[in-house]
């Protein structure tokens, strides 16, 4: 696990349900981002994405930006 993915965790175990991501008139909670988070991971593997590999993403100011 990289040492994003750990202080994710750590993050999570701490704050729980409160705010971590604010968009608009949205919020994700700390266990709702991580949540995304390992889902993006997931999506990615599917796709024979894995550790070494590089990836280009084109994001607007959005919370996909975060999460990815």
Do not use: C
Not at 3 to 11: D, R, V
Not at 24 to 52: C, I, N, P
């Amino acid at each position: 696990m990289t040492i994003l993915g750990k202080w994710l965790m750590e993050a999570t175990r701490a704050r729980g349900s409160a705010k971590a991501l604010v968009y608009r008139d949205t919020y994700l909670s700390w266990r709702g981002l991580e949540h995304r988070v390992e889902r993006r991971a997931q999506e990615f593997t599917t796709m024979g994405v894995g550790k070494g590999h590089w990836v280009g993403l084109m994001l607007g100011n959005v919370p996909d930006f975060a999460i990815l």
